[in-house]
């Protein structure tokens, strides 16, 4: 089983559409969360830190579901600007690396 | 504030030839990791330094590879005898301290390597 498990996609929308992602991790014992953004050929920049009680950054919600060992990220009102890459990121077992999902890619269309 | 430069931004070699890839810090870091993207795939760790140490290079191939972060000057990653499979994006990131939770990383716009 991979560390971190995501749907490769891609999720075509339209304009104003809400889509949510979800991100599944192997290692209960994971502290760290993350959602980085990648555009084509371009480094990850993070969107968002992922926190036990959820928190929102304008129209990007984060959740953290520890039983389950999930982790969603939801975008309302979708902007054309907003395709992209989605990478879920969760600290690994031993260390201080983080493990990379491979990515959900997102297609906003007007 | 400059953020994580790397260089060159593209790197071409012949195979059976070396690759050196240079990554210097955001300013105030003394954390760098190297993580590697083939194409249509996910990022893969390398190696984690801190300076003159090499912390976690558990991600480092066996051979061909090696990563250092002197006192003084960028981190380097060293491809020896570069092979075609080398090819990939190479991304360096930094972050200020030890521990990531709420310390994520800053990376550099990455060397893009082609092996002919």
């Known amino acids: 089983r991979k560390e971190v498990e995501q749907d490769p996609g891609p999720f075509n929308v339209p304009e104003g559409a809400t889509v949510a992602f979800n991100c599944t991790y192997s290692?209960?014992?994971?502290?760290?969360f993350f959602w980085y953004r990648q555009d084509c050929r371009k480094e990850p920049k993070l969107l968002m830190s992922?926190?036990?009680s959820g928190n929102e950054d304008g129209r990007f919600t984060a959740q953290l579901n520890r039983a389950s060992q999930y982790i969603s990220l939801l975008i309302r009102d979708s902007k054309l600007s907003d395709s992209a890459t989605y990478l879920c990121v969760v600290n690994a077992e031993y260390g201080n690396k983080l493990v990379f999902g491979a990515g959900t890619i997102l297609r906003v269309k007007s | 504030n400059a953020g994580v430069m790397q260089n060159p931004r593209h790197l071409v070699r012949r195979r059976g030839q070396e690759a050196r890839l240079r990554c210097s810090p955001m300013?105030?870091?003394?954390?760098v990791y190297w993580y590697r993207q083939l194409p249509e795939e996910g990022l893969k760790f390398m190696v984690y330094l801190q300076k003159e140490n090499i912390i976690d290079e558990s991600g480092m191939p066996k051979e061909r590879f090696s990563a250092e972060f002197p006192k003084e000057g960028p981190s380097i990653l060293r491809i020896q005898q570069v092979v075609r499979g080398d090819s990939a994006a190479y991304f360096c990131a930094s972050s200020p301290r030890t521990g990531l939770a709420n310390s994520p990383l800053h990376f550099g716009n990455g060397t893009r390597l082609t092996v002919t």
């Open positions: 300013k105030g870091h003394s954390h």
């Open positions: 992922v926190y036990s």
């Open positions: 290692n209960s014992a994971s502290q760290s």
